[in-house]
């Protein structure tokens, strides 16, 4: 295992490496390839928002069933979610694991009331000036988003802080639409990167306990806490750059 002496090692070590992962290269071994599929702002966040919600498993298979998504939608994500009606929904046949047509149903028919009641995805993801993260945001969120009738197993499909989630897949979608990089979007001004917090995954989660900037094994919010106060130390104003090299790094079986 390599080992740091000095703070200041590590930070320029996690430069490097965010810099060698950080390329238009990854966007093709990775589920973000999916929302660079389109050009419109409401195609990205809601094709971008759906593949996040799929994005766990083997990745060849999340971005597989990412593209079927797609073709669903007849590739126009936002003009489907406006125009389509609960009949054609119900038309629908879709497996991601656990999630099935049921809970696809239902996705559609909530970013339809998102976009129809309450300002579209950006807006309902707003974070105020007192917070220092995007947990209430996240919480604020999911309340509009399950505010209409569904099933109580689809709420499993989008985690929830108060359970002590890590979020993986909200964190990982806040950070493609506010990140401003080769690979992230930068569609979203309004939430500082200051404010994001990282997608601990299985590789984030290995590589940052080998590296010595977390202590606990546990993918929870407690650990995720812990990660976010080690990498603000590192970079207060964009931490979850970051990201890109812990993961970078697990995904390359380095270490």
Not at 214 to 238: P, Y
């Amino acid at each position: 295992m390599k080992r740091f002496n000095l703070k200041n090692d590590l930070k320029i070590f996690l430069d490097e490496m965010y810099e060698l992962y950080n390329t238009k290269e990854f966007i093709d071994k990775d589920p973000i390839q999916i929302p660079y599929r389109f050009s419109e702002k409401k195609d990205i966040e809601i094709s971008a928002f759906l593949t996040s919600i799929i994005s766990w498993g083997n990745r060849k298979m999340i971005i597989n069933n990412a593209h079927r998504l797609m073709e669903i939608m007849d590739n126009s994500p936002y003009k489907f979610i406006i125009n389509s009606n609960e009949k054609d929904f119900h038309k629908i046949s879709f497996t991601h694991r656990t999630f099935n047509a049921e809970d696809l149903k239902f996705f559609f028919i909530s970013l339809k009331n998102i976009y129809l009641n309450h300002g579209g995805l950006e807006k309902v993801f707003q974070v105020s000036r007192n917070e220092d993260k995007v947990f209430n945001a996240i919480i604020r969120f999911r309340d509009i988003f399950f505010s209409i009738s569904h099933l109580p197993r689809t709420q499993k499909h989008i985690s929830n802080p108060l359970n002590k989630s890590s979020c993986k897949r909200i964190n990982m979608f806040l950070r493609w639409m506010v990140r401003d990089c080769k690979v992230d979007f930068g569609l979203w001004k309004g939430i500082p990167k200051s404010k994001l917090s990282c997608p601990l995954d299985t590789h984030t989660l290995r590589i940052s306990k080998k590296i010595g900037i977390i202590n606990r094994d546990k993918n929870d919010m407690i650990t995720l806490n812990e990660l976010d106060t080690a990498l603000r130390k590192f970079d207060s104003i964009d931490p979850v750059k970051y990201d890109f090299a812990l993961f970078g790094l697990g995904v390359e079986n380095e270490f």
